[in-house]
């Protein structure tokens, strides 16, 4: 079976994240357990590399991490926002995928 | 969910334990814990779940960078792998070693305390012989003598733990300090025994003073008494001493600034004297000072007042401690 190479995904795993704290502030479980589903089980993120994302976009300030209690259960969690600096960086890395995309699907066979 | 905890502290072991690498502790036992749960909640078994969350936990080379761990994920660039690692079997056996040489202490020590007492036993029985008296004296130090020196070379197979830098993985770590917390319980009991000993030790011979008995019971049996009450509660110090110090020295063993090292409190790091004088004289200090006590005592037979060398010499042993302790 095919797989996902993590050494090309490596790039857009921020741009995934930042995609889904577009809509609505989120925490760990929440964002790894939609990336699976709406890649249709193709992609699933690793625990570590979802929180090296987190405290790398955190650094840069793409998104920010506050405390607050679960709606559901009442467990205090670490959710993340994303910034208006993330927002724009999150443009940016979408015109650098439509272009990747371009340039690579040209060399692809069968299209 | 035991497992996945173990798991994840495992691999945080060696990692230093700043408020970073905590937080990724944290933050990383969540979302396993979040997965976990809601596998279980769609069926999954038990070990179906944990499998599922340890495969896609991922690697800790990742956030190397980020918390600046890079030396210890790469411990092969360090001098790490030169460190002696201590498996679980070495750590019982080292408890269970440590255990025998403090009964043999504890006995050596027990032997000292009473060894006036045949002395003064004799005196009051009337044989009016106190060589007898003094040969049973001087026998038993020899016989403690005996068991402090067997004691010692006993333990010496154990001394590369202080020489050397040992390390300890998880799940030993682990053990060792389950081990600690079990017995703190009878730790408290034996030492509450032990000073209640102390304490009441005068109570057999007020009593007996009280009931006007014979001279040969309230000045030779009493004293007796007293010293064997004494002997006996510190006898439980030095036993549950021992294996309460055998925990803790296996707990120290790793590095004080890894998570794995974190389970023994600063208070108890042991004293390094700065002076090289100090720490000589330090090395002598008890033996000087039992010394001390002996001779005072036997010169002036005034027992009921020389026990203060012993009040006094903890005292000033405190004081040079807190004057050396580096910060």
């Not at chain 1, 009442?74 to 926002?81: A, D, L, Q, S, W």
């Not at chain 2, 360090?78 to 080292?94: C, G, L, P, V, W």
């Amino acid at each position: 079976m095919i797989s996902i190479s993590s050494d090309v995904i490596r790039g857009y795993n921020d741009t995934m994240i930042l995609y889904l704290l577009l809509e609505k502030p989120s925490y760990g479980y929440e964002i790894s357990k939609q990336i699976k589903s709406l890649s249709e089980e193709k992609y699933v993120i690793k625990e570590t590399t979802l929180y090296s994302a987190f405290t790398r976009m955190e650094k840069n300030g793409y998104v920010e991490s506050f405390s607050d209690e679960d709606m559901s259960n009442g467990k205090k969690r670490t959710y993340y926002r994303i910034t208006e600096a993330g927002r724009a960086y999150y443009q940016e890395k979408c015109a650098e995928w439509n272009l990747t995309k371009e340039v690579v699907e040209k060399f692809i066979e069968g299209n | 969910m035991e497992t996945l905890r173990n798991y994840l502290k495992s691999m945080f072991q060696n990692l230093p334990n700043t408020r970073e690498v905590q937080k990724a502790q944290y933050e990383l036992g969540q979302m396993m814990e979040d997965k976990y749960n809601e596998l279980k909640s769609e069926g999954k078994s038990e070990n179906e779940a944990i499998g599922i969350v340890i495969s896609e936990f991922g690697n800790l080379e990742e956030l190397a960078a980020d918390l600046g761990i890079d030396s210890y994920i790469h411990p092969e660039q360090q001098a790490m792998y030169d460190k002696r690692n201590i498996t679980q079997d070495e750590a019982e056996s080292f408890i269970a070693d440590k255990q025998k040489s403090g009964v043999m202490t504890a006995l050596g020590v027990l032997l000292c305390i009473m060894c006036v007492t045949p002395f003064i036993l004799l005196e009051y029985i009337g044989s009016g012989s106190s060589v007898l008296g003094l040969a049973a004296m001087f026998g038993m130090i020899a016989i403690a003598i005996g068991f402090f020196v067997f004691s010692k070379v006993y333990m010496d197979k154990w001394s590369f733990l202080n020489r050397q830098s040992c390390s300890m993985d998880f799940s030993t770590t682990d053990y060792v300090h389950h081990e600690r917390e079990n017995y703190r319980m009878t730790h408290a009991v034996l030492i509450t025994v032990g000073v209640m000993l102390c304490v009441l030790s005068f109570v057999p011979a007020a009593i007996m003073d009280e009931l006007d008995m014979s001279e040969l019971m309230t000045e030779g049996v009493a004293p007796v008494i007293l010293f064997a009450m004494i002997a006996v509660g510190v006898f439980f110090f030095i036993v549950t001493g021992n294996r309460m110090k055998a925990y803790n020295t296996l707990l120290s063993v790793n590095e004080r600034g890894t998570m794995g090292g974190s389970f023994v409190d600063s208070q108890k790091e042991q004293v390094h004297y700065d002076s090289k004088t100090v720490s000589a004289v330090m090395s002598v200090y008890w033996p000087t000072v039992t010394c001390i006590y002996l001779c005072w005592s036997f010169l002036t037979m005034d027992w009921h007042i020389t026990w203060v060398v012993w009040v006094i010499a903890s005292l000033v042993e405190m004081f040079i401690k807190n004057m050396n302790r580096d910060y």
